[in-house]
């Protein structure tokens, strides 16, 4: 750890401070002006329950400040790949929202970008981190964004400590290390001092931190949100993204191998799997809840984004489909420079007072001005919406347009009283005339006070090897902590959400585990746990065939042809590259043993005829294979590679055959459904 901070002395004059080019001198915290605060954790509110008020010059200046730190990439969410696609409505939500692109048979335009909270834009794309899920719909009344991540509560219960739990997450200011990752004293210094960061952390430890694919990971709102139906009748709701492909995840080693072997892994299995014809595929579900007047949903708090709704308690309903099926031109026209704002919103969809939305909607519109230059960032092709434009905005940095008219303003009668004001009934936003009042105050309601319940809520939900990957992430991330007492404060935090994973979170670090009382009347819940209870769908999953010259093609070609109809991708793995031949025939060697790495493959495969293969680097791929409870298989004399190589052929997940058959293909199929072969796990934790 760096030295502790001394006390300085005070500065004699202002002038002092100015000569000097030293800041941060004061022992009380100021605004910028020098204005003593008595708060720096809640935001200035009508009432504990909101809204934020927009006379918080301490909120504004802080969220303000906070989004122009960096300049021009993104302060949070720099690292980021983006698709195009369509968003398909089912009908089914027209009964709570009038919202148009959820109408019966909606197609929508959509762009989405998926992202990491921490990195740069250098950075890799595998560090165990938040992932941002931004979906951009150009519907048919204007833009709608729904900004969320891929896990469903946040750190931080108001918006105006976002900017300190970014700078505690942050690479540490005197080393700018480390970097994207919050294996470090500042961030874990925050999470043990602001307890209602336990929940998040807990999904973030988990394998949810390190998700295999874009196409493999949830989404959510995170925030409640409120649906207005087209008879004025109100609910609340929670939106969530459901992946066709299911949802799963990396091993550990295999996120740290990729970070360095192919930092960009998930942006090329994006871009490679859109390309090959394998379109990342996701469903809109709707938590739909009663607008009730406390806001409250079985004693869960809905405008804690802190908290989730099981899904036991609330089905999630399935209202529609998005595809993504083509990538960007441009990478900086497109995926740079969109502008996600959570205030985007049209008829039918408003937020609530949730106090960490409230920040974002000031939050992201500020921080484009910086970003992309001034007002004028809709007018950037990505950002413009498909439905005519009349705001009555002029000039500015950046101003591409030529505007007609004299009068920007209304009303007036010199451009022929246009534009015209709409009424609801043409389409107007109105918001719902809900009643705001309360004390100004900076404080949270008591319902916000529970940091625990929830997160052992998560624990309990998950599966035996879940859980000792949990205890692996907590061990390594507070392992690189230098300050024994953050470790210390974390442990007592771990104490109240499970005695198990407290007592072997403090072995591994070799502490004592300290006593808590963890919450005993929790009902797990099955949706958040990862592990399949059957075999999914394997589109744009990879299966590599390891083959030389010799080897049985045949069978190569009838196997390719299973993969490929399940939507999945073949690629030919061999010492060399260009072609494998036997006789006239050959194969298309995709990747050779000097290029590849485990990381890239969901399953490998010993084609018959290459008994004789030997090679140290292959031995290393089918060993992290095996390692990382991938599936592996062989048909004829290729098992011999795989006991050259030390594989247990008897192993769980081992797919052994004399030749391609239906039988051979179908239990590779169903085996590459179930992502990973976890039995050979157990087998080594009962061990």
Request: charged share 20%.
């Amino acid at each position: 750890m760096p030295p502790q901070r001394q006390r300085e002395q005070e500065p004699e004059s202002n002038t002092t401070v100015g000569r000097s080019g030293e800041g941060q001198l004061g022992d009380y915290l100021t605004t910028a002006q020098g204005v003593r605060l008595p708060d720096t954790d809640h935001s200035l509110k009508a009432g504990p329950r909101g809204p934020s008020l927009m006379e918080d010059f301490h909120l504004r200046e802080k969220i303000t400040h906070f989004d122009h730190e960096r300049i021009p990439e993104r302060v949070v969410h720099a690292r980021g790949a983006a698709a195009h696609g369509t968003f398909r409505a089912y009908g089914n939500a027209s009964a709570v929202t009038k919202a148009g692109f959820l109408a019966e048979g909606r197609e929508t335009p959509v762009f989405v970008r998926f992202s990491t909270v921490l990195g740069s834009r250098g950075s890799a794309d595998t560090v165990r981190d938040v992932r941002g899920f931004a979906v951009k719909f150009y519907t048919d009344e204007g833009n709608f964004d729904l900004v969320g991540n891929n896990m469903p509560v946040f750190f931080i219960q108001d918006g105006i400590k976002f900017p300190d739990v970014i700078h505690a997450a942050k690479p540490h200011p005197d080393r700018e290390i480390p970097q994207a990752q919050t294996a470090h004293d500042t961030f874990w210094d925050f999470v043990s001092l602001h307890t209602e960061a336990t929940h998040h952390v807990m999904w973030a430890m988990s394998d949810r931190g390190i998700p295999r694919s874009y196409r493999t990971m949830e989404g959510f709102g995170v925030h409640t949100f409120r649906l207005v139906a087209a008879d004025g009748g109100t609910s609340l709701v929670k939106f969530h993204w459901k992946p066709v492909a299911g949802v799963h995840s990396l091993v550990w080693e295999e996120a740290q191998i990729a970070a360095g072997a192919d930092p960009d892994f998930h942006r090329r299995d994006m871009a490679e799997g859109i390309d090959a014809g394998a379109p990342f595929e996701y469903e809109l579900g709707l938590q739909v809840l009663p607008d009730s007047d406390d806001e409250m949903f079985e004693g869960i708090d809905l405008l804690d984004p802190t908290k989730i709704i099981p899904e036991e308690l609330a089905e999630v309903q399935l209202v529609g489909k998005l595809t993504l099926d083509r990538n960007p031109t441009n990478y900086f026209a497109e995926t740079e420079q969109v502008a996600f704002h959570t205030g985007n919103l049209v008829p039918g969809i408003e937020v609530t007072d949730d106090p960490l939305m409230q920040a974002r909607l000031f939050s992201y519109l500020d921080t484009q001005l910086t970003r992309l230059g001034g007002p004028n960032f809709t007018q950037l092709p990505i950002n413009c919406p498909h439905v005519a434009v009349n705001d009555n905005l002029r000039d500015g940095m950046h101003q591409t347009l030529v505007h007609h008219g004299l009068a920007p303003y209304l009303p007036n009668r010199v451009d022929n009283a246009l534009p015209t004001t709409a009424t609801e009934a043409e389409g107007a936003y109105v918001h719902r005339p809900f009643e705001v009042a309360g004390p100004k105050i900076r404080a949270n309601p008591v319902s916000f006070d529970d940091h625990f319940s929830q997160a052992t809520l998560f624990w309990k939900s998950m599966s035996g090897i879940e859980k000792a990957h949990l205890i692996e992430a907590f061990t390594f991330e507070l392992g690189k902590c230098f300050a024994q007492s953050i470790q210390a404060r974390v442990l007592e935090s771990l104490a109240k959400v499970d005695t198990e994973l407290c007592t072997a979170v403090a072995k591994g670090l070799g502490l004592a585990a300290p006593q808590g009382i963890p919450a005993e009347d929790v009902i797990p819940s099955a949706a958040l746990s990862q592990i399949p209870a059957g075999p999914g769908p394997i589109t744009g999953r990879i299966i590599g065939v390891v083959a030389a010259d010799g080897a049985d093609l045949g069978g190569i070609g009838k196997l390719r042809r299973t993969i490929e109809a399940q939507g999945a991708i073949l690629r030919v793995l061999a010492p060399a590259g260009g072609t494998v031949k036997r006789g006239r025939g050959q194969q298309p060697v995709a990747r050779t043993f000097l290029t590849a790495r485990s990381i890239e493959f969901d399953a490998v495969v010993i084609a018959g005829g290459t008994a004789g293969l030997r090679d140290t680097k292959l031995t290393i791929l089918l060993q992290e294979m095996f390692r990382h409870c991938k599936v592996i298989g062989a048909w004829g004399d290729g098992n011999q590679v795989l006991t050259d190589a030390g594989i247990d052929v008897d192993a769980p997940g081992i797919v052994l055959a004399g030749e391609v058959a239906k039988p051979f293909s179908a239990e590779l199929v169903n085996s590459v459904g179930l992502h990973r072969v976890w039995e050979r796990a157990e087998q080594v934790m009962n061990d």
